[in-house]
Each structure stands twice: as C-alpha cells, then as structure tokens.
C-alpha cells in the first residue's frame, strides 16, 4: 500500500475529503470543498469575486466552472471506486449551458460506466436550483495506470 | 502592437480578475491566431506529490487563449461566451515549468466561431494538451468596455 492509497481507503472510511483538499494547492486557491449528503459527494465552489472572468457581468470564469466539473467528477469516482490512485482524466468536455454568477456553484457526479481502465464520468453544475444547471460535462479517466 | 491587440491582451488579462490572479498574459494575437502564456505557481499545483499544475488550470488558459483567438478573428470588440470546450490530456506538465498555449480561431460564422490549439510547456510539437472550443458571439448579456 501506498501512501496515496492509504489516504484514499480512509477518506472513503470518514468522509473527510476536506484533508484530501487540504493538502491541494490549487483546490485551495480556487476555493473547493466536498460534502457527501445522502452517500454522494457534492463540490462546492464557494462564489468569490478572484474566480470572476467577465468582470461587466459579472460571471465566474469558464476555466474556473471547468475545474470545479472536472474536481466533482474524481472526488466522486475516489468515493465510489476502490482505486488504488486518484484518476487521471484523459478528456472533458464542457457545455456552458448559462453564464455563472458570482456566487456558490455546486456539482453532482454520475458515473455513467466503469471497467477496469476507464470510467465515463457525466457532471453537472447549478447554482441556487440544480433544474436549472449552468454548465455540464463529461469526462473520461484512466484508473489506476501511472502512464497513458 | 495594434490598439485592437492591446485591448484584447487587457481584456482576457488584466481588465480580468480571474486570469490576474493567475498571471496570465497575451504573448501575441493576430489575425485569429493567440499565443499566451500562465506562469508556473505552487499555488495551482493539482497533485502534491509531483508538483504538476491541475487539469483546471490548462482548461483556464485554454479557454481564455481561445476566447483572445476568437476576438482576433473577428476584428472588431464583441461579446462571447464559450459554448463548449473540449480538451484531451496528451501528458503530465512538466512541474515548474510556464504553461503557454497557441489556439487558432479556425472558422467564424454569424453566430458561432469554431477555435482548436494546444498547450505545451516546451515545444510545441510536443503538446501537453489539445482543444476545441467554440464561442457564441454578440451574447446579449455582456459589453466589452468602451464599446456601447
């Protein structure tokens, strides 16, 4: 057992991923937490005025929706897999469905298929009413392989 | 330099507080062309145990390279929102190293422009990631400044 995958057994075990987000720069920077409501985990990007792009709108940068879509996708695999790694996304696509407001965006994770190598992960991201989502993704993510 | 580059490097950098924060600068844009730039920071780190920058960032730079490429194309100050992004991850950044990016804006129609590039933290013929992007033009929601 690894370090890596002796942090991922026990995150699964508490629930804790503020440790896992802790020890990550950038989801610290962008402002990301996790809270697993009904055994699924829910990332939230709280809403600040560094993430805004357009600042006449104003709206969160794209690139910051982006990260928080890509993020929910493999905390949420981390939760529901046994992997031994964190997973590697191989790709993502984004739709931007509505301009984002400054404010707390939250995204939900759906695995939509799972084999040994890959998975095919689907997101979405709302704001005050997940009906009404501002953006969607989906992704694909190597699992356990250190190398392409 | 143009006024029009100048405008366009302001736009998608400083006039921008997301990518501010981020350091990110046009290198050049030119007839639908944008080369860019995102400085290396142990605060965009995505995986602690290598020190390579996370998913989201390249998506940022990526998005905000495409959206500078797009503006170019057209000539002329006009509001966008991306539609939607895609990006395939080719291979790990190298840590410590700048993240630069070259998206073409390959095609534009009334409503819609069609952009593709890569990022590359050395050569660019040995990517680190690949797009394609395509932007909504003239959106109601936003005015670009100085524009009525």
């Known amino acids: 057992m690894t370090e890596t995958s002796d942090a991922l057994a026990q995150l699964r ?11 990550i720069p950038y989801a610290q920077f962008l402002g990301l937490s996790v ?35 890509e993020s929910a996708a493999i905390f949420k695999l981390i939760w ?4 031994v790694a964190v997973p590697k996304t191989i790709n993502i696509t984004i739709d931007y469905l509505r301009s984002a407001r400054v404010v707390d965006t939250y995204a ?30 989906h992704a694909h993510f190597l699992l356990k392989a250190t190398e392409f | ?7 366009i490097g302001k736009l998608f950098g400083a006039a921008s507080p997301h990518t501010r924060r981020l350091g990110f600068e046009v290198v050049s844009v030119h007839n639908g062309v944008c080369v860019a730039r995102l400085p290396y920071s142990r605060e965009l780190i995505g995986d602690p145990t290598t020190g390579i920058l996370h998913g989201g960032v390249v998506t940022t730079l ?11 194309a057209l000539g002329v100050p006009m509001p966008l929102a991306t539609l939607d992004l895609r990006i395939d991850y080719l291979r790990p950044s190298a840590p410590g190293r700048d993240l630069m990016a070259r998206v073409e804006c390959y095609k534009k129609t009334r409503n819609i422009a069609f ?19 395509t932007y909504m033009l003239r959106t109601q929601a936003f005015r670009a400044p100085g524009t009525p």
């Open chain 1, 13 to 23: 075990e508490t629930g804790r991923f503020d440790l896992i987000l802790a020890a």
């Open chain 1, 35 to 69: 809270d697993v409501v009904d055994d699924d985990p829910i990332t939230k990007l709280t809403g600040a005025d560094g993430l805004i792009g357009n600042p006449v709108l104003p709206a969160l940068h794209g690139g910051t929706v982006g990260a928080l879509l």
């Open chain 1, 80 to 83: 529901e897999i046994k992997s």
């Open chain 1, 108 to 137: 939900r994770a759906t695995i939509t298929k799972h084999g040994r190598r890959v998975a095919n992960v689907q997101v979405r991201a709302w704001q005050q009413d997940e009906t009404r989502p501002i953006a969607a993704a």
């Open chain 2, 1 to 7: 330099m143009t006024a029009f580059q100048g405008l």
């Open chain 2, 62 to 72: 990526l998005d905000t390279t495409g959206g500078a490429a797009v503006l170019s």
């Open chain 2, 115 to 133: 952009a593709r590039g890569i990022a590359y933290d050395d050569q660019e013929s040995d990517p680190v990631a690949a797009m394609a992007a």
